[in-house]
């Protein structure tokens, strides 16, 4: 539609998850309107986090030293291993303030369709984790979907056997949601993680 380093630029924005082409095309013009200062700063952080960043050693998270800073934090509890799809799950979780625990990134999940099997996540690594004994409960906490779903089941079938505790992360209705405009996948889960109330 456009020429040379325009076009080539809405190309590249629009190889980015979730970036449509309308939503390139806008960026791209923002760019092109930006104060070039605002551009560099731009450049310098993209060509910054691919020098300067990479996978903790241990957990898979994103970090900018060999260990992630939750690796290295010697207050986190050691005996617990929250296992997530992705670094972002990471941020997700830390935000509820809710574990203490420590993390474990598959980078990915099991999805035989997009040619995703067990042998190219990071399940190798965390068995390696588990070896010591030092760690007694696993949370599984991959996304409440098909592949997610595929991703704890296997994982279960391996931790469970080890004698290690293995739970899953609760799913079912969001707050503030209606129960008429819930899915009856939602709704059932609901039933199924339902809570006794005490007075």
Known sequence: MYEGAIQDLVDELG???????????????HILAADPSDVRRLADALTEVKARVRFCEICGNVAQEPQCRICRDPRRLPTTICVVEEAKDVVAIERTREFRGKYHVLGGAINPIAGVGPDDLRIAQLMSRLADGTVTEVILATDP???????????????????????????????????????????????????????
């Open 145 to 199: 979907n098909v592949e997610g779903e595929a991703t704890a089941t296997y994982l279960a079938r391996l931790l469970v056997p080890m004698g290690l505790t293995v739970s899953r992360l609760a799913s079912g209705l969001p707050v503030g949601g209606d129960l008429e405009y819930a899915d009856e996948v939602t709704l059932g889960r609901a039933f199924e993680g339902r809570r006794r109330i005490s007075a």
């Open 15 to 29: 190889r980015l998850p979730g970036v449509g082409p309308k939503s390139a095309q806008r960026i791209a013009f």
